[in-house]
C-alpha cells in the first residue's frame, strides 16, 4: 500500500506550492483510516522539501516515479521515500530513501544499533544504513513483482540535517554501510549523483504501482525456516525494535559474564514477532558457544520445532535446545549462560505432572541463567495457573539481584501487519477500549460467517493453497473420540455440523500434520504459532449481552484443565474471580482470532452474539 504515488514533475509541484505535508496526510487518512502525529506531519514537511531539492536535476526524468510511505507487504513497517525508474541499460530499478532529521547520534557496541534524540531523551534504534537496507530486504522478500522483473532495489539514507562526525560511518557500521550508503547535510550532490546511477529514464510510477499490486509471496513461517537457520542462513530480515531487542539481548548476554546477572523483559501483542526473535537468538547463541535454551510452557511450538528439525540434528541435540518452563527445578543455580523464554506469559509457579514441583517458574529460570530474556504478553494468559505476568517477572529479578531491561515489539508481522487488526480484536472482546472499532481501513480478511459449514468449507478453501490454514475453537466440548475414534467431539445439530478435536497422536504437532484440516484445534495447540487463515468458532463460554462481553467458564469442557478450580476461586472470590475468569476467556478467544497471517473467519456458536460480532464488523 503506497500513501502518495506521484512523478518527479508531480512530486516538485506539490512540494513547490506548499502543501505536500497536507497531501500526504489527506492520503494517509484515506488510505490507513486514522490520523497521525503532528510530529511526522512535520518530518514530512522537512524532510520532503530537501528530497525536492535532491530531485532538481534536469538528468533525473520527470517522469521518474515518487512513492511516499510505501507500506512494506506483510508488515506494519513504511519506507519514506521511494523514486522508480529504467537505468541506461533499461533494466527496471528503484531507489530506496530512509530520511531522517537528526543531527548527532552516538556509537553503541550493539550491530547496526545506534543512540540518538526520538522523542525526550536519547534512545537506541537501527542505524540508518540497517534501517534501508533491512526495508528493501524485506520489500524484495515478500513481493513477487521484484523477483520475477528483476528489479533491483538500491537502499540508502540521507540525513539532510547531520554534519560529518565519526560515528555515523565508523567502521562498526561498515557492513551496513556498504548495503545502503549514508549521505549528510552536505552531501546533496552526492545523493543526486547516486540516483542518477539507477533512475536514467521515467516510468511514470509504473514500476511501484505494479510492485503494489502484485502477488504477495506467502510469509516465511518460523517452523519452515528453522532448519535453515541452523545451517546458518539468512531466513528473516529483523527490522528495527526487533533488531534492536536481539543485538540487546546478545550484548546482555555477554554482559552478565562479568556484570551480574541479568533479566530482560519484552513485551509484544500477537504477532509482533517475539518468537522469530527469540529462535534467532537460540541459533546466535549457540553459534557463540553460549550455552542456551529455548524455554516454553506450551509445548505446542517446542513440538512443532522439533519435528522441522527431524532428520537436520540429532534427537538428542534437538532436545537439548528445546526445554519446558518446568525444567528448572533442581537445576544448579547459574548453570546456563542464556535462557530466552517464549510465551512467558504461560508461566506456572508450581512444575511436574501433578503440579507439586518446585517453588515458583520465574524464580528457578532466573536462578538458572546468568541471563535470562522473558517474552511476555500480560493479555495472553489463558489459563488460571498462568502466573508470568511483567510485574511478576520484575518481582522475581529484583529478588535475585538481577539488572531488569525494558523493551517493547509495537510493531505488526502477521494479520497482513495491521496493528489495526489487534486493535479492533482487543475493542470487540473489551479487553481495552481501542479507537479501532470496526473494520474499515483494515488490509484484512475477517468475516463473520453464518454457519460452521460455511467456515469449515472456506478454510478447506484457503488450506489448498499452501496446507497451512486451520480450524480452531474454544474448548467447550468434550473430547469423546480420544477414546472413540468414531465419535464426533464438537457436534453443532442444528447444522448437520461434527469434527473432531486434533488427533491425539498428532499432540501439539497437530498445526503442522498434513491431514490435520480434517480436525479442529484448541488453545493447547496452537498459541504460539501460526497459520496462513484461521477459522475460529466461538463457543458459549464468551457471550454478549446487552452489549457486555461475559465469560462462562460452566460451559467449557469439563476436561479443560485451564480453567480447572473456578467455582472454588469464584466461591472465595465472587467479583475478582469472575473477572479473572472473563479475562482467560477473552484472552483465549484473542488468541485464536491473531493466529492468521492472511485471514481470519468466525463463527459464534451463540445467536445474540453472533449477532453483536455482525453488528460489529459486518460480514
Known amino acids: 500500500m503506497i500513501v502518495y504515488r506521484s512523478t518527479k514533475d508531480g512530486f516538485t509541484s506539490d512540494v513547490d506550492g506548499g502543501n505536500i505535508d497536507a497531501i500526504i496526510l489527506e492520503n494517509f487518512k484515506a488510505k490507513l483510516k486514522h490520523s497521525t502525529s503532528h510530529r511526522e506531519v512535520q518530518s514530512w514537511w522537512n524532510s520532503l522539501n530537501y528530497m525536492a531539492r535532491v530531485l532538481g536535476d534536469d538528468h533525473i526524468p520527470g517522469d521518474a516515479g515518487v512513492a511516499i510511505e510505501c507500506q512494506i507487504p506483510l508488515t506494519s513497517k513504511r519506507i519514506d521515500f521511494i523514486l522508480s525508474g529504467t537505468d541506461a541499460a533499461q533494466q527496471p530499478q528503484v531507489v530506496i530513501v530512509e530520511l531522517k532529521q537528526w543531527t548527532k547520534a552516538e556509537r553503541t557496541a550493539k550491530s547496526g544499533i545506534v543512540r540518538t ?336 459449514n460455511e467456515l469449515r468449507d472456506l478454510i478447506r478453501e484457503r488450506n489448498l493453497q499452501d496446507n497451512k490454514s486451520r480450524l480452531v475453537a474454544g474448548y467447550c466440548w468434550d473430547w469423546k473420540s480420544k477414546k472413540d475414534p468414531q465419535a464426533m467431539d464438537i457436534v453443532l445439530p442444528e447444522f448437520g455440523f461434527g469434527m473432531q478435536w486434533n488427533l491425539s497422536e498428532d499432540g501439539p504437532a497437530w498445526i503442522i500434520r498434513p491431514d490435520s484440516i480434517d480436525q479442529i484445534g484448541c488453545i493447547h495447540t496452537c498459541q504460539g504459532l501460526e497459520a496462513s487463515y484461521i477459522g475460529v468458532i466461538i463457543g458459549p463460554d464468551l457471550v454478549v449481552r446487552n452489549g457486555k462481553v461475559l465469560g462462562d467458564p460452566s460451559k467449557r469442557s469439563g476436561k479443560d484443565r485451564s480453567i480447572r478450580g473456578y467455582k472454588q476461586v469464584l466461591r472465595n472470590q465472587p467479583i475478582e474471580g469472575a473477572l479473572r475468569l472473563t479475562q482467560i476467556i477473552q484472552n483465549t478467544y484473542r488468541t485464536l482470532l491473531t493466529r492468521g497471517i492472511k485471514g481470519c473467519y468466525v463463527y459464534c456458536t451463540d445467536p445474540e452474539t453472533q449477532a453483536h460480532f455482525r453488528a460489529r464488523v459486518g460480514g
Open 117 to 452: 534524540a526520538l522523542g525526550q531523551g536519547l534512545h537506541e534504534t537501527s542505524h540508518p544504513s540497517y534501517q534501508a537496507w533491512s526495508y528493501a530486504a524485506m520489500l524484495e522478500d515478500f513481493s513477487e513483482t521484484v523477483r520475477d522483473e528483476g528489479i533491483r532495489l538500491n537502499p540508502c539514507a540521507y540525513l539532510h540535517n547531520y554534519g560529518e562526525d565519526d560515528v555515523i560511518r565508523h567502521p562498526f557500521y561498515g557492513e551496513y554501510l556498504d548495503k545502503a550508503p549514508v549521505f549528510l547535510k552536505t552531501e546533496m550532490l552526492q545523493l543526486r549523483d547516486f540516483i542518477k546511477r539507477f533512475v536514467r529514464h521515467g516510468d511514470q510510477g509504473q514500476i511501484m504501482y505494479r510492485i503494489d499490486q502484485g502477488k504477495i509471496k506467502p510469509s516465511r513461517q518460523l517452523a519452515d525456516a528453522l532448519s535453515g537457520m541452523l545451517r546458518g542462513n539468512r531466513e528473516f530480515v529483523l527490522l528495527d525494535e526487533q533488531k534492536l531487542v536481539y543485538e540487546s539481548a546478545l550484548h546482555l548476554a555477554h554482559q552478565a559474564e562479568t556484570r551480574g546477572k541479568q533479566v530482560m523483559i519484552v513485551q509484544g501483542g500477537p504477532g509482533t514477532g517475539k518468537s522469530v526473535v527469540a529462535i534467532n537468538l537460540l541459533v546466535e547463541l549457540t553459534r557463540r558457544e553460549k550455552m542456551v535454551h529455548y524455554v516454553s510452557k506450551n509445548s505446542a511450538p517446542r513440538e512443532v520445532f522439533k519435528a522441522k528439525l527431524t532428520g537436520t540434528l540429532s534427537p538428542t541435540r534437538v532436545q537439548s535446545m528445546f526445554k519446558g518452563s518446568g525444567a528448572y527445578v533442581e537445576a544448579p543455580a547459574g548453570q546456563m549462560d542464556v535462557l530466552v523464554v517464549d510465551e512467558a506469559h504461560r508461566l506456572n509457579e508450581k512444575s511436574g505432572l501433578y503440579g507439586n514441583q518446585g517453588e515458583n517458574q520465574i524464580k528457578e529460570i532466573i536462578q538458572t541463567a546468568a541471563c535470562s530474556v522473558f517474552f511476555v504478553d500480560d493479555h495472553q494468559q489463558v489459563t488460571l495457573k498462568d502466573i508470568g505476568s511483567t510485574q511478576s517477572i520484575r518481582h522475581w529479578a529484583r529478588l535475585a539481584g538481577a539488572t531488569v531491561h525494558d523493551f517493547e515489539l509495537p510493531s505488526q508481522f502477521r494479520c497482513n501487519g495491521s496493528d489495526g487488526y489487534v486493535a479492533m480484536i482487543d475493542d470487540l472482546l473489551q479487553i481495552r477500549p481501542t479507537a479501532q472499532n470496526d473494520l474499515e481501513g483494515l488490509d484484512y480478511d475477517f468475516r463473520v460467517v453464518d454457519s460452521p
